[in-house]
């Protein structure tokens, strides 16, 4: 359940999203029958709060995941592992 979390908050960010835009959309179509202007606006405004708002969680998603990779020891490198991935994550001098 905890596992791979940053990964999971990143995915659960892109579908919020995915669904606040698209209701954005449903609701500036049936607003565009009584003002055309004002539904377009409205699926615009809410198109752009949606990714906007989606940039704070899967930042932090990535934030976990780094963090993840240097604590733990773990890499997304093949044959490499934390603070001996030189040139992955972060530039670790060496010692």
Not at 7 to 15: F, P, Q, R, V
Not at 62 to 82: D, F, M
Request: aromatic content about 6%; charged content about 10%; proline content about 3%.
């Amino acid at each position: 359940m905890y596992e791979n979390i940053g990964e999971k908050i990143k995915t659960l960010a892109m579908t919020i999203a995915a669904i606040i835009a698209g209701i954005g959309a449903l609701a500036g179509l049936v607003l565009m029958r009584s003002n055309p202007i004002f539904g377009v606006l409205i699926i615009v405004a809410v198109a752009i709060i949606a990714w906007v708002s989606s940039l704070v969680l899967y930042g932090f998603g990535e934030l976990i995941t780094k963090v993840s990779i240097l604590a733990g020891g773990k890499s997304t490198t093949p044959g490499t592992t934390g603070v001996a991935m030189r040139n992955g994550i972060m530039n670790i001098p060496k010692r």
